[in-house]
């Protein structure tokens, strides 16, 4: 067009001068168009880049929050150990008399207290802080006790005897125990938290980066069509290639990045993951030692301490796995096909014989379930969490009797797990999809209150949902919908 309008104007005659000067006007107006389109990219990547530095300074502040977490973690395991070390070792010198006994203790008392203040160091939480303030009196009264007691012992085994009968040093554990629980489960769920503001802050980074990165492409784009249709000299062409290609290397930049966020985001769930489970194999491992090789000469109230160790680390051990299984179930990418839903069901049920059988368990399942759309691992783990969650929740002495079925509603298929089980009050509908939410003592029902979280995170991933029908004491109705899938397996 370019071309022919500028022959016509060589053939105008002196009237059509007017029209000439016309078509020569968007020449003049295409470099000064190209410059402000390649002022906007740079604005749009400016932009990108202050937001993305943002971003990446609040990823890394919590992530190093997390780590502290981690680490107050670890620090109150240790205490909590110390402080049972110098009470095993003021229970050994008083039923022996021997001095050889009291190692351990007079270890104990002396990292007591470097242990207690790296924790105040460390705790930035109000809340974490007064209960350290409640924890601080109550480790002095234990410490004082114990040291009371090996005094006379060396006086009298009976005097010593008569003090350890009184329970006040029991007493005085169980409330230390009762506080280092409710510790370390509030450390847990900021951490929890934390690392969910850390993945949400990265997501929200990648998708401003990429958001303005193909804005400002979209721009450069424009602006070298206009400048290759304005027929611009080559100084002007050279610079805008220059300038594209520089801000390529900006936008590689950025990608790369963002990789490296994901790669550390990664990493981190590996650091916590082995960082929290070190001290739990210790615990275990020195338990599980304890039992084995000084078993018949505990005494009733040793072996029930030991035990409790090794239940503790068993159910934190199980949390952690939920965590991890939560951050995968959220960071991992869920690829849909056509899955049957009988499959994926038989697959759970063949999983969870072992528990069937011990509870008893009437299973019945109403086939054909049907097709849908979802990922067949993701699918799976929710439906293993629901089956699992009824054969639980049933009433002392009650066989569970669960009926599983599908019905189909227009493009969406809903598959109902119904049990007989306890029920759920209506008002708590909401609440138990949410994480750490417990509606009943861990020693009544163990579970880490992970699992219908995880059961609601795998849906949103699938492009489902899920609900409940449920009343206290008659039974629970769950349901997941997903969408039904046309057409013949994916193979």
């Known amino acids: 067009m370019i071309l022919s309008g500028n022959s016509h104007a060589a053939r105008s005659l002196p009237g059509d001068r007017d029209q000439g000067t016309h078509s020569r006007e968007p020449s003049r107006r295409g470099?000064?168009?190209?410059?402000?389109?390649?002022?906007?990219?740079?604005?749009?990547?400016?932009?990108?880049?202050?937001?993305?530095?943002?971003?990446?300074?609040?990823?890394?502040?919590?992530?190093?929050?997390?780590?502290?977490?981690?680490?107050?973690?670890?620090?109150?395991?240790?205490?909590?150990?110390?402080?049972?070390?110098?009470?095993?070792?003021?229970?050994?010198?008083?039923?022996?008399?021997?001095?050889?006994?009291?190692?351990?203790?007079?270890?104990?008392?002396?990292?007591?207290?470097?242990?207690f203040r790296d924790l105040e160091s460390a705790v930035r939480d109000p809340a974490q802080i007064d209960r350290l303030h409640r924890l601080r009196p109550l480790i002095a009264d234990k410490l004082a006790e114990l040291a009371h007691t090996v005094a006379l012992r060396d006086e009298s085994f009976e005097a010593a005897l008569a003090v350890v009968r009184t329970d006040v040093g029991q007493k005085l554990m169980e409330d230390i125990q009762a506080v280092?629980?409710?510790?370390?489960?509030?450390?847990?769920?900021?951490?929890?938290?934390?690392?969910?503001?850390?993945?949400?802050?990265?997501?929200?980074?990648t998708r401003i980066s990429v958001l303005t990165a193909m804005l400002a492409l979209a721009v450069i784009v424009v602006g070298v069509l206009w400048l290759a249709r304005q027929r611009a000299n080559a100084r002007v062409l050279a610079t805008e290639r220059g300038f594209r290609q520089d801000l390529e290397r900006q936008v590689e930049s950025r990608t790369e990045q963002l990789t490296q966020v994901n790669r550390e985001l990664d990493a981190f769930a590996y650091t916590i993951s082995h960082d929290l489970r070190?001290?739990?194999?210790?615990?275990?491992?020195?338990?599980?030692?304890?039992?084995?090789?000084?078993?018949?000469?505990?005494?009733?109230?040793?072996?029930?301490f030991t035990h409790r160790i090794m239940a503790a680390a068993d159910r934190m051990e199980a949390l952690i796995q939920d965590i991890l299984t939560y951050s995968r179930m959220t960071r991992e990418e869920v690829r849909?096909?056509?899955?049957?839903?009988?499959?994926?069901?038989?697959?759970?049920?063949?999983?969870a014989r072992p528990r069937i059988e011990e509870t008893g368990a009437v299973i019945e399942v109403?086939?054909?379930?049907?097709?849908?759309?979802?990922?067949?691992?993701?699918?799976?783990?929710?439906?293993?969490?629901?089956?699992?969650?009824?054969?639980?929740?049933?009433?002392?002495?009650?066989?569970?009797?669960?009926?599983?079925?599908?019905?189909?509603?227009?493009?969406?298929?809903?598959?109902?797990?119904?049990?007989?089980?306890?029920?759920?009050?209506?008002?708590?509908?909401?609440?138990?999809?949410?994480?750490?939410?417990?509606?009943?003592?861990?020693?009544?029902?163990?579970?880490t209150g992970i699992g219908l979280a995880i059961v609601r995170r795998g849906l949103e991933r699938m492009g489902g949902r899920c609900g409940v029908d449920a009343e206290a004491g008659r039974g629970s109705r769950f349901w997941i919908e997903l969408r039904r899938a046309d057409g013949e397996m994916a193979q």
């Open 278 to 304: 070190a001290p739990l194999r210790a615990m275990h491992g020195y338990a599980d030692a304890l039992a084995e090789d000084y078993g018949p000469t505990l005494p009733e109230e040793g072996q029930r």
């Open 31 to 115: 470099p000064a168009l190209g410059t402000v389109a390649f002022l906007v990219a740079a604005l749009l990547l400016l932009t990108s880049a202050v937001s993305l530095n943002l971003f990446l300074g609040r990823v890394t502040e919590n992530r190093a929050f997390v780590l502290r977490t981690s680490s107050i973690l670890r620090n109150m395991a240790e205490l909590n150990v110390v402080v049972r070390a110098a009470e095993t070792g003021q229970r050994g010198f008083i039923l022996t008399g021997e001095r050889r006994y009291l190692a351990p203790y007079e270890t104990a008392i002396q990292r007591v207290w470097a242990e």
């Open 180 to 205: 280092v629980d409710d510790f370390e489960q509030a450390e847990q769920e900021i951490m929890v938290s934390r690392s969910q503001l850390l993945e949400d802050q990265a997501q929200w980074a």
């Open 336 to 351: 849909v096909r056509p899955v049957t839903l009988d499959e994926s069901v038989d697959q759970v049920l063949a999983h």
């Open 366 to 447: 109403g086939r054909p379930l049907g097709i849908v759309s979802a990922h067949p691992a993701a699918l799976e783990l929710v439906l293993d969490n629901l089956i699992a969650n009824a054969v639980k929740f049933v009433a002392p002495g009650k066989a569970p009797h669960i009926r599983v079925r599908s019905e189909s509603q227009g493009d969406w298929v809903r598959l109902w797990v119904e049990d007989n089980g306890i029920g759920i009050d209506p008002s708590h509908r909401e609440r138990i999809f949410q994480p750490f939410q417990r509606l009943h003592g861990i020693e009544t029902y163990p579970g």
